[in-house]
């Protein structure tokens, strides 16, 4: 990068830090440390869901994932707004009335506290893992730039995130986002324009995606039949995404406590709900946006040479291998295919390049996806702007790397040491030990980002595979205590340790995508509840 560059990056980045500093003034116990005194208008707490949500995996592996397999990744959020008019209507309001600093307090009040205690330590499972992948993105980032190894990256991006954290709690989390996510919808519609701006002097935006289209990209809605039958193990299609979108997005949004966290800090019920309604109405649109940018890319690499692999420090690795010569011949063979005519050919040469790059790194995983726009970023963007785009995907990842570590320490605050290690503290006591966990949990999801680089996937796909395998089981408790009154603590308990078993089993049988595993836990669990509750009533 340049120095123009490195000087916005380091400026956006500290204007983030100080202004959170600054707006991060409350009260040093756990009200404030959590639930920032419920003080939040609905406007603070739609920009903090959403920045809860898009962290820089969104912003770094989306357009990568539409670059390699089309915008259908889309309908993955089709279920999401009828999620947040079932939320409003059964999940807040109980939320509100019992005045809960975790989701998971209602399940003691509804069951038991085993419950609760197996439901919040679900979450913590699903969402420390799924905080250090969200770690490992950024880190990519200074990798690239700077040439560092990966695991040095992942300490100094995870130090600078705890260090972020612990100084400000949730009130430093939604004011940072706020700022956060101006800086960041900017920056994209910036590099869609810029995009379009490098195309070939007599293609427009229309012509760019007619042209992505005849390649098969512009698969917005896919149905998911093959041969005249529906391939439940299709990752991305109308149903999966209304379906099994709907079941991810109720967990998430209603059981999953760094969003819940988020709209817990609403000054009263109406607040909380306007801001999930019109997180509903803006997500589809904002994530369309992204992939589309993607989509971009995809055309503007059509017109000109794109890398035959888009991880610069693997392939520099790669090369002082004995393979050097057949990577050399194949990526020689490759720039020789240039032009929209030989895409095929270039597909075709691309996978013979990942092969033997594996060859070359054995147990290295050969996908460059999470690579793919930010290579086009340092590399096609005019100086200023590649600092100014980084800076966007740093500051997503700050803030919903924040909000997670911020629910994960209120989780085992709430959850487990004021219910079994320490039952007595002052409220001085409370912030101290709050920011205790909030480090442990950001030390925990560091030691994650070291084992995520042989992930195997997007990252983007990676987080909600990991989320799925907790998610449907966690909803299904939830829905239980909502609807199913005659269900006692015992049934729903053995019920959710049994789904959650068949959910790892079907996983691993590779029987459905993994939206579906969304579905099928929540329905275990009530099923399973109902039976274990009818055996039990018999027994008596």
Known sequence: MSTIDWIILIAALCTIIIYGVYKSTHTKNLHGYFLSNNSMPWFLILLSIMGTQASAITFLSAPGQ??????????????LPIAMVVICIFFVPAFSRLKVYTAYEFLEKRFDVKTRTLTSALFLISRGLSTGISIYAPSIILS???????????????????????????????????????????????????VVKLLPGDMGFADALRSAGQQGRMNIITTGMNNGHFDWKDKYNIWSGVIGGFFLALSYFGTDQ?????????????????????????????????????????????????????????????????????????????????????????????????????????????????????????DHLPKGLVGLLIA?????????????????ASCTVIDFHKKFINTSCTEKEDYAISRLYTLGWGVFSIIVAMFAYNIGNSL???????????????????????????????????????????VFVIYKSDIVS???????????????????????SKHR
């Open 66 to 79: 539409a670059y390699t397999d089309g915008m259908r990744f889309v309908q993955y959020y089709f279920g």
């Open 144 to 194: 690239s730039l700077l040439g560092w190894n990966i695991y040095y990256t992942n300490l100094v991006m995870g130090g600078l995130l705890i260090i972020y954290t612990m100084s400000g709690g949730a009130k430093a989390v939604a004011y940072t986002q706020q700022l956060q996510l101006i800086i960041i919808i900017a920056g994209m519609f910036l590099a869609g324009y810029i």
């Open 258 to 378: 760094s969003q819940v966290g988020r709209y817990l800090t609403a000054k009263n019920d109406r607040e909380s709900k306007i801001g999930l309604l019109m997180n509903g109405l803006v997500k589809v649109p904002m994530q369309f946006l992204i992939l589309l940018v993607g989509i971009l890319v995809f055309s503007f690499y059509m017109y000109h040479k794109a890398p035959v692999f888009f991880d610069a420090t693997r392939v520099a690795a790669a090369q002082k291998t004995v393979y050097k010569d057949s990577l050399l011949r194949i990526e020689q063979q490759y720039n020789a295919a240039a032009g929209s005519a030989n895409i095929a050919v270039r597909s075709q040469l691309r996978s013979q390049y990942k092969a033997t790059l594996t060859k070359a790194l054995p147990g290295d995983d050969a996908n460059d996806t999470n690579y793919i726009f930010l290579r086009f970023v340092v």
């Open 392 to 408: 966007v995907i740093f500051l997503a990842s700050w803030g919903s790397i924040a909000a997670a570590l911020n629910s994960l």
């Open 460 to 502: 983007i796909e990676a987080v909600n595979i990991l989320g799925s395998l907790f998610y449907g089981v966690i909803l299904g408790i939830f829905l239980v205590a909502f609807w199913i009154k005659r269900v006692g603590a015992g049934a729903v308990f053995w019920a959710a340790v049994l789904a959650e078993l068949l």
């Open 514 to 536: 993994f939206l579906w595993l969304n579905v099928i836990g929540a329905l275990l669990v009530i099923v399973f509840a109902l039976l274990f509750q009818l055996f039990r």
